[in-house]
């Protein structure tokens, strides 16, 4: 019954923005810390940012000041708001959660940011 449903990728110049949405459902949302993950080819998955149930965030180096991560728990759904991006930026960007003791992850959305 877990779901997760991104949306939002697409293709952006360097230096412009993007908003991903991440739609979840089969989980009590407000208690679910969620997070964003990236994957470029030929690297790790790694992990960009974290939002807790508290409001807690945690942003990767490379993205901080730039990004933003929110959650919206009347909508089920948490976003990662990405600004003045940068070719490196460019990846398949994931949503995940771990609930109780699971992980579950969206299809992916790819972000390409064009030089």
């Known amino acids: 019954q877990v779901q997760l449903v991104e949306s939002g990728g697409g293709l952006v110049q360097a230096g412009g923005s993007l908003r991903l949405s991440c739609a979840a459902s089969?989980?009590?949302?407000?208690?679910?810390?969620m997070d964003w993950y990236r994957q470029a080819p030929g690297k790790q998955r790694e992990l960009v940012a974290t939002i807790t149930r508290h409001d807690n965030t945690y942003y990767a180096d490379s993205v901080k000041g730039r990004f933003t991560i929110s959650r919206d728990n009347a909508k089920n759904t948490v976003h990662l708001q990405m600004n003045n991006q940068k070719p490196e930026d460019t990846a398949v960007y994931y949503c995940?959660?771990?609930?109780?003791?699971?992980?579950?992850w969206g299809q992916g959305t790819q972000v390409t940011v064009s030089s």
């Open positions: 995940h959660t771990n609930y109780y003791a699971n992980d579950y």
């Open positions: 089969g989980i009590i949302f407000n208690i679910a810390t």
